[in-house]
């Protein structure tokens, strides 16, 4: 069973009722709950699971990271939820068999399904499935352009090898921009052969749509700048012209090579949306505000550049939404406060929030104000902090 915390998935083998060890998943969250169903509230959920795979460190990080913040959406595999607490001691230990598994062992407790910060997650939880689907509705209206204008059947055999060439060239094209991102890690899923003409239209912009999702290649680099990498994808043309004379084979070539451009652009928007909603990290609200210019700015060019209106606003409604969820989860309310003396982050972080994840708020602080040593915060100058 697949469960999420905060957004961050895990298998589960077993949950229990922490304190009278029934099972759980069936009925916790029932409406019509047995003579129990009163005391819920009160019970602790006891889960025992697992992590794994070739992303498994940086699972266990992010899932390290939300159990930290305490409190969270706990969503079961068959789509209920209920906010929890986490209790302490909770445990992820890498398995001794398995060098790319971890076991978990976790403690919730339940926390009243009528208190605001429930209503609050619940309403973060469905915008970010919403914006999931209006991006896969806008991926999905960008292939289906590219299908229409795409071909290669029916034309003499030079059609297939110009578009493949063409091809060929907009992925090396995006290696090298990626790898200025990436910190030189090479970026080149394109196989040097014909076989990917073979698979019909649906083969080839599934293949397309792969060069332009760099987690998907590359994993979770902690040093690479996704975002911007995406963002470098938008100017990339590939070397065909439209014909000086008039030939429909030539002119073949030249519409594949315009919609695998703008498969491209298209594609590689989106991606830049989720990864300013939902992997980009900020330091500061300036930055999240030029983001979000940045992506006014790619929306304009992306649009421009095709005559499909649906196209246009599928596009515009990811980007607007994607604008919407950077408001909400990255811009925070700032106050400047002025200390005589210089303290470290740590100390003014406590003084200023109390001990809960200090060390993570002393951080921001460090970045949102660009000081160089966390442990000479500047004295006789307003410091950017978030609002107590």
Do not use: C
């Amino acid at each position: 069973m697949l469960y999420k915390f905060r957004g961050i998935a895990f298998n589960v083998k077993t949950v229990t009722y922490g304190r009278t060890g029934k099972p759980a998943e069936a009925d916790f969250l029932a409406a019509e709950a047995d003579s129990q169903g009163n005391q819920l509230d009160n019970v602790d959920f006891h889960i025992q699971g697992y992590i794994y795979g070739r992303s498994v460190e940086e699972t266990r990080i992010k899932l390290e990271q939300a159990l930290e913040k305490k409190e969270g959406l706990l969503v079961m595999h068959d789509g209920r939820s209920v906010e929890v607490k986490i209790e302490e001691g909770w445990h992820i230990v890498k398995d001794e068999e398995f060098d790319d598994k971890y076991t978990l062992d976790f403690n919730f407790k339940k926390i009243d399904n009528d208190s605001l910060s429930l209503k609050i997650i619940a309403l973060k939880e469905l915008s970010d499935k919403k914006l999931m689907r209006v991006l896969a509705a806008a991926e999905d209206s960008a292939v289906s352009s590219f299908n229409q204008k795409f071909a290669v059947d029916g034309f003499p055999g030079f059609v297939k090898i110009q578009t493949f060439d063409n091809l060929v060239s907009l992925a090396e094209e995006m290696s090298k921009r990626a790898a200025d991102r990436m910190l030189g890690q090479v970026v080149n899923p394109v196989v040097g052969s014909l076989d990917i003409m073979a698979a019909g239209v649906g083969g080839i912009a599934a293949a397309v749509l792969s060069y332009t999702k760099l987690r998907d290649l590359l994993g979770s680099l902690p040093d690479g700048d996704y975002f911007h990498a995406y963002l470098d994808f938008l100017p990339i043309s590939s070397k065909a012209t439209k014909p000086v004379y008039e030939s429909a084979a030539a002119e073949q070539v030249y519409q594949n090579a315009a919609a695998s451009e703008q498969l491209i652009h298209q594609s590689a928007l989106l991606q830049a949306v989720d990864e300013a909603v939902n992997h980009k990290e900020y330091t500061s609200n300036d930055e999240a505000e030029q983001t979000i210019e940045k992506l006014k700015s790619a929306a304009e060019t992306v649009t421009f550049e095709t005559d499909s209106q649906e196209i246009q606003s599928a596009i515009n409604q990811a980007v607007d939404m994607g604008i919407e969820q950077i408001k909400q989860k990255h811009i925070v309310a700032t106050t400047f406060k002025n200390y005589s003396r210089s303290f470290p982050a740590v100390v003014i972080a406590h003084k200023l929030y109390g001990s809960e994840n200090v060390a993570d708020k002393a951080l921001k602080m460090q970045k949102r104000n660009q000081i160089h040593n966390a442990l000479f915060m500047p004295a006789g100058i307003g410091l950017e902090v978030e609002e107590e």
